[in-house]
């Protein structure tokens, strides 16, 4: 059964830190296309940054160049997002998604290319707020 299961998502003050995972079972890890989406309420789902786990290209939004790190450890079949300097724009469900792998721009930024995502977790809360 494939399954992607997110983890670390809290509430946490301006210019504070999280990490975010996002453990895979269920299908073979490497040549996928991590993404890490979120939702904020009344808005559309963006994608924040997205990983090639067989080549490790990487793919980030301007909003949080610079802040973010996605990283892949294909050992434990997980994908984590590093976040510092939140802002509390940055307030939002925090989804993954896996798919098989293409160009990790499109499926990173073009709606049209998230059928691709075969996966989604189940999503954590991230709370930016004093």
């Known amino acids: 059964q494939l399954q992607l299961v997110e983890s670390g998502g809290d509430l946490v003050q301006p210019g504070g830190s999280l990490r975010l995972s996002c453990a895979a079972s269920?299908?073979?890890?490497?040549?996928?296309?991590i993404g890490w989406f979120r939702q904020a309420p009344g808005k559309e789902r963006e994608g924040v940054s997205c990983?090639?786990?067989?080549?490790?290209?990487?793919y980030y939004a301007d909003s949080v160049k610079g802040r973010f790190t996605i990283s892949r450890d294909n050992a434990k079949n997980t994908v984590y997002l590093q976040m510092n300097s939140l802002e509390p724009e940055d307030t939002a469900v925090y989804y993954c998604?896996?798919?098989?792998?293409?160009?990790?721009?499109?499926?990173?930024?073009?709606?049209?290319?998230?059928?691709?995502?075969?996966?989604w977790g189940q999503g954590t809360q991230v709370t930016v707020s004093s």
């Open positions: 998604a896996a798919g098989p792998a293409f160009t990790v721009q499109a499926m990173c930024v073009m709606a049209a290319y998230r059928w691709r995502y075969k996966t």
């Open positions: 269920g299908f073979t890890f490497v040549k996928h296309v």
């Open positions: 990983i090639n786990t067989s080549d490790a290209g990487t």
